[in-house]
Each structure stands twice: as structure tokens, then as C-alpha cells.
């Protein structure tokens, strides 16, 4: 059983303390073969017999073990040079499914019902997908307030209100920050929601809605893999198209 499985299988034992570390050990799935298991447990701001006890319900015999099959999901995150022609391909599928296979009426009918929609992106290129729905939004009349980190989060929580929206972008869906929110936003009143490339990440399981978004790694040359992101633009013009549709907008 590899890493993926395990956390699968035994999801239902973990608490969050748990989820918290495992959002760590993918987030630095390359440096935990340097650690010991007591420096695992202080850069997750744990014990060692935290770190013991998860591994125990994840039924992996030692820390060694957790290293292996670590190292086993390290090697899979290196792929031979991309075939540029086969992702092309893949997109057209992509899209098709979108287009002709999605539903995405509850989506549209969330931001029907959304009085506020506060955005999120857990990186460079999601802030920027964030901002372009943003500005398409804006310019039907939607109030839409974006935020960049912690603090400013921080500062918007006194003013959720039910009929807001808090929607957090993000490809992997293990950012350690947006997490943090999701978890802290169970004490507002608001909905939340995010958008991911895949159902099995942590910020799927503690929103409210998930739209998933089909995305593909690229291998350059240099052997640098990054993640080419066009469906999240294909589904926010599609949203924004239904949202005027079903508006009276268009």
C-alpha cells in the first residue's frame, strides 16, 4: 500500500493535529529523508509520540518505514521529459469534460445567493486566476473582495456574514495557510468552497463545496516541472458565462 492509499484508508482515524502533519510531510516530501523524527516533531510543533501515534494509525511499523515510502512518492514527482503534443491532448479531453460533461449549476447558484465573495490564492499563479475572476465578477455588479495572507484573513473574519463566501484556489490543495483558514472559518457563518485539481487533498475535506479542476505537469528540458493551469481559466469563464446567463446579464 503506498503513501496515497494509506491516507485514504485510514482518513476516518486522523484527527486534525494528524492532517496538520500530514500537510507538512507532503509540502516537504523531499527533505524528510535528511530528518529524524524528533526534528519531524518540532517543525510540525508536535511530540515524538505524536508522530508515533500517527504513524500507528496509518499501520507504518517505524519512522523508517514513513521514509520509504516517502522516498517511493519522490521518485513518482520525477517523470521523464514531457511530450508537449500529449498534454495538448489531454487538454482537449480537459475540456470536453468542462464543457459538455461539468455541471455547474450549484456553483452558479451559490454565487447567485452570495452576497460577499471573498477570493484566495494559495500561490503566484492561482492569485492571478483570483484576480481575473475578480474583475469579471466586478464587472456585473458582484461584490468581491480579494485577500493575500493570514493577516489580512485575520481581519475580514469579524465581517462574515451568512450569505458570504470565502473561495480558496489552490492546485495540490495542502497549503498550510489556507488550511489554517478553512479550519478557523468552521467558527463563522459563512460557506466556504474551494477549487483543487483533484478530491483527495486537505482543503477538499474541510469545505463546504468543491469544485474540482482538472489540471497537467509539465517536464521542461531542464527537468523543472510546473503545472500548466488553463482549465482554472476555461471553468472561471464558464462560471462567470452561466453566472450572467442565469443573472439576466447576457
Known amino acids: ?64 518505514a514513513l521514509k520509504f515510502l516517502l522516498r517511493e512518492e519522490v521518485a513518482k514527482l520525477k517523470p521523464a521529459r514531457s511530450d508537449f503534443s500529449a498534454l495538448v491532448s489531454n487538454y482537449h479531453r480537459y475540456i470536453d469534460q468542462i464543457f459538455e460533461k461539468q455541471d455547474l449549476s450549484l456553483y452558479v447558484q451559490l454565487l447567485q445567493e452570495t452576497d460577499i465573495l471573498y477570493l484566495y ?15 469579471l465578477l466586478t464587472s456585473v455588479g458582484k461584490q468581491v473582495v480579494v485577500f493575500f495572507d493570514r493577516g489580512e484573513f485575520d ?11 470565502l473561495c480558496l484556489l489552490s492546485y495540490k490543495g495542502e497549503s498550510s495557510e489556507a488550511i489554517a483558514m478553512l479550519k478557523d472559518s468552521r467558527s463563522s457563518i459563512l460557506k466556504t468552497m474551494v477549487m ?39 471553468i472561471i469563464d464558464q462560471l462567470f458565462y452561466d453566472y450572467c446567463q442565469a443573472t439576466g446579464v447576457l
Open 155 to 165: 481581519y475580514l473574519k469579524p465581517l462574515f456574514k451568512p450569505d458570504d463566501l
Open 121 to 135: 490564492g494559495t500561490g503566484n499563479v492561482q492569485k492571478m486566476e483570483v484576480e481575473s475572476l475578480r474583475h
Open 1 to 64: 500500500m503506498n503513501w496515497l492509499e494509506r491516507k485514504d484508508k485510514f482518513d476516518e482515524r486522523l484527527t486534525i493535529q494528524d492532517r496538520e502533519i500530514l500537510a507538512y510531510l507532503d509540502q516537504h516530501i523531499a527533505d524528510i529523508q535528511q530528518m529524524t523524527s524528533q526534528e519531524l516533531a518540532q517543525a510540525c510543533f508536535v511530540s515524538r509520540s505524536s508522530i508515533s501515534r500517527l504513524l500507528k494509525k496509518l499501520e507504518i511499523a517505524n519512522f523508517a
Open 196 to 234: 483543487t485539481q483533484t478530491s483527495n487533498n486537505s482543503m477538499a475535506k474541510l469545505a463546504d463545496y468543491q469544485l474540482y479542476v482538472p489540471t497537467e505537469s509539465i517536464v521542461t528540458p531542464t527537468t523543472r516541472t510546473y503545472e500548466v493551469s488553463t482549465t482554472f481559466y476555461f
